[in-house]
């Protein structure tokens, strides 16, 4: 679900649907909680 979300806001941006600056905070948003998780397995 990650991948389809950037995906679909990356493709968004391109188009003019979506600024860049949403598409960045929704990329933030999904890549924040993995690296979370990442930290407290070590």
Known sequence: MRSNT?????????LGVASERDADEVQEL???P?????????
């Open 6 to 14: 950037l995906g679909a806001m990356d493709l968004a941006a391109a």
């Open 30 to 32: 999904v890549v924040r």
């Open 34 to 42: 993995k690296k979370m998780l990442r930290a407290l397995l070590r």
